[in-house]
């Protein structure tokens, strides 16, 4: 499954490669199996390097974009 995300008017494709991990511009999101509280993480990495967790698929992706522009 492809979906789409936009970033100041361009559009990133979010690829899912299976139901726990989807690639979005060069980096590999993890869903991490639920624990205490319950909730649902995201792990970000690339290559080697662990990047960080969020809450949402889309706030993953928001941070992606962030270290990428950051970057520039």
Do not use: W
Not at 13 to 22: C, E, F, G, I, Y
Not at 43 to 52: M, N, P, V
């Amino acid at each position: 499954m492809v979906g789409a995300l936009s970033n100041l008017g361009a559009a990133f494709a979010l690829v899912q490669l299976d139901d726990k991990a989807s690639l979005y511009r060069g980096f590999t999101i993890l869903k991490l199996p639920r624990k205490k509280p319950y909730v649902v993480r995201y792990q970000i990495t690339r290559g080697s390097d662990y990047l960080g967790l969020d809450f949402a698929l889309s706030e993953a992706c928001k941070t992606i974009d962030e270290i990428l522009n950051h970057a520039k």
